[in-house]
Structures are given as structure tokens and as C-alpha cells.
């Protein structure tokens, strides 16, 4: 029984976490922000977060802040992946995944298509700013 309470734990943490980057994103302007819950769905990790920014410099500071603002709370990311160039920029904080895409690259990837099976989360704060 212990490993279930753990697991809720560690689960309801996970998304109270991603739950938080999704707020920083919104408060750095990021347009579409989405969140995916992938747990049933794959054990590569239990969330994706996925957002645009306007331009590559906009997706690269999203993510930048996401990582800085996180890293404030005590949580760092574990892998990066395309900040330099922008176009496509991967965070990685193994319960939960951002990607935040140049919105050409967005279209094109379509990644809440490929993981349709996913439940889609209601982004807390969303005021549905996006385009």
C-alpha cells in the first residue's frame, strides 16, 4: 500500500510542477501553452508541456525563464536541447517535459496529434490568450 500513496505523491507532485512551468511560460507570453498527460500513455515521462513563442528568440527566452524560475524552486532540469538556435526548445525535468517551438516548427511536429491518446490538462491560470 505504501507504493501507491508514494506514487500519488510523487504524481500529484509532478503535476502541481508542470503545473508551475506552465504558469511561467503564460507569464513569459507564450501563445498555445498545452499539457498532455502521457501517464497510461508512456513511461518516458508523465507530462508534456507544450507552448510557441513568436520568434526563435522568444521560444529560447521561454525557455530560459522556465528553467531559471524553476531552478529558483529547487528543481533543475535534467536535459536542454536546442536553446541555442530556438526553434525548437526542449527542457527536461523527467516527471514532465517542455517543448516550446518556433510556431512553423509547431505545426509541422503537430506532437498533440502524435500523442492524441493523451488526456489534454486544463492549464491552471490560462486565460486562453492564446492565438
Known amino acids: 500500500m505504501p ?3 508514494a506514487t500519488t505523491s510523487k504524481t500529484s507532485n509532478s503535476l502541481a510542477l508542470v503545473q508551475r512551468a506552465a504558469q511561467i ?11 498532455l498527460d502521457l501517464r497510461g500513455v508512456t513511461d518516458m515521462t508523465d507530462f508534456f508541456l507544450i507552448a510557441s513563442g513568436t ?13 531559471e524560475e524553476m ?16 526553434r525548437w526548445v526542449l527542457v ?8 516550446i ?7 509541422f511536429y503537430q506532437l498533440e496529434r502524435l ?4 488526456e489534454q490538462i486544463p492549464v491552471e491560470g490560462d486565460k486562453g490568450t492564446g492565438a
Do not use: C, Q
Open 25 to 35: 511560460a503564460l507569464d513569459t507570453k507564450a501563445l498555445d501553452v498545452v499539457l
Open 101 to 107: 517551438f518556433h510556431p512553423t516548427l509547431r505545426n
Open 92 to 99: 527536461d525535468f523527467v516527471d514532465f517535459v517542455v517543448h
Open 55 to 67: 520568434s526563435d528568440t522568444h521560444a529560447r527566452a521561454i525557455g530560459e525563464h522556465i528553467m
Open 3 to 5: 507504493s501507491n500513496t
Open 115 to 118: 500523442w492524441a491518446d493523451a
Open 71 to 86: 531552478k529558483k524552486e529547487g528543481f533543475r532540469a535534467n536535459h536542454v536541447e536546442g536553446l541555442e538556435k530556438g
